[in-house]
């Protein structure tokens, strides 16, 4: 049990529709950072959020986007679904500053375009 | 950014140790290896990591070449629990990890 808590855990969705996933980071944790997994690959690094500003960004298009809340949770959107956004959407909570310390990753959101 | 190879899988039998390599030739002088493990339908799991020497924690060890151009996860004695796919990631001053696909690890009664 990490305490990092995704939601919802799987969503159906069609093409060219909006979409919000959600993050509840773990307590005290000040960074989270959110992963595309397609099947049979591993994750693929999407952005960053510390102290509610992205400060990195991946090879994904403006379309995915991010917020991240006082409270530190973190909210994913991607617009205009395409068929190729159908994956599993991680989302990680570190405590930034701990020297390369360890990231805690939720158990995802299984997202699937139509 | 720096990449990582792995065997896409490797076999071994419960109780016994199993040895994990990974090669990162192109590895710089301030990046950190970790090793993280993705269990079936969870998220990724950190394991270890270290930089230059050789470190050991409750659930694994992990071997340093003194090139650093390779490390090794060993799992002293391997349970039914660990099959899972163990990614070797260098990882920067920030949270962006470079996955690879990993070895994906079986484990046989």
């Known amino acids: 049990e990490t305490g990092v808590t995704q939601s919802p855990t799987h969503l159906i969705k069609t093409r060219g529709q909006q979409v919000t996933l959600r993050c509840s980071s773990q307590?005290?944790?000040?960074?989270v950072s959110w992963y595309q997994q397609a099947l049979g690959q591993g994750p693929q690094f999407i952005f960053q959020?510390?102290?509610?500003?992205?400060?990195g960004r991946g090879n994904f298009p403006p379309r995915f986007s991010g917020l991240q809340f006082p409270n530190y949770s973190s909210e994913l959107n991607v617009n205009a679904l395409e068929l190729d956004d159908s994956a599993l959407y991680l989302c990680?909570?570190?405590?930034?500053?701990?020297?390369?310390?360890?990231?805690?990753f939720g158990s995802g959101t299984q997202l699937s375009v139509l | 950014d720096a990449k990582t190879t792995q065997p896409n899988s490797m076999e071994s039998n419960e109780e016994e140790p199993v040895h994990l390599p990974c090669n990162h030739s192109?590895?710089?002088?301030?990046?950190?290896i970790h090793w993280y493990r993705q269990l079936p339908s969870q998220g990724p799991e950190y394991v270890i990591h270290g930089l230059t020497s050789n470190v050991n924690n409750r659930m694994a060890s992990l071997a340093i070449a003194e090139d650093r151009k390779s490390s090794t996860l060993i799992l002293h004695r391997a349970t039914l629990r660990d099959a899972a796919v163990y990614y070797c990631i260098l990882r920067d001053y920030t949270d962006k990890l470079i996955f690879g696909t990993g070895t994906r690890l079986q484990v046989f009664p």
């Open positions: 990680a909570s570190s405590l930034t500053g701990t020297g390369f310390g360890k990231l805690f």
């Open positions: 192109t590895i710089s002088g301030t990046d950190y």
């Open positions: 307590s005290g944790h000040n960074t």
């Open positions: 959020y510390y102290r509610e500003e992205e400060n």
